[in-house]
């Protein structure tokens, strides 16, 4: 039997990355906003601030997910064979088909 642990850790691995570190650099942004907001500090003042707090605790914090996110996107980009839907190659040549009946 799995422990409670095991169990979390698989639920938090089937979210993906950039919808966590998203998600916390909101969280890192949104609370000092509301702290600053209620103490009666300047919207203005506040929100620069906390987009300060923010950023910085971010690349203190979140360098895992960043850097998870980081060469998930690499991977993505240098890939061997490019991703092509079987459906955009039909798409292709219905244009190409109308575009030389359009000509003639």
Avoid: C, N
Avoid at 66 to 72: P, T, V
């Amino acid at each position: 039997m799995r422990s409670g642990a095991a169990i979390y850790t698989e639920q938090v691995k089937s979210v993906p990355v950039w919808i966590w570190y998203t998600a916390l650099r909101l969280v890192l942004f949104a609370v000092p906003l509301a702290v600053l907001l209620m103490f009666g500090i300047d919207p203005l003042i506040s929100a620069a601030v906390a987009a300060l707090f923010g950023f910085s605790a971010s690349l203190i914090f979140l360098r895992r997910p960043r850097e998870s996110m980081s060469s998930d996107l690499y991977a993505v980009r240098h890939r061997e064979k490019p991703l092509i839907p079987e459906d955009d190659e039909a798409e292709d040549a219905a244009v190409e088909r109308g575009s030389r009946e359009r000509d003639q």
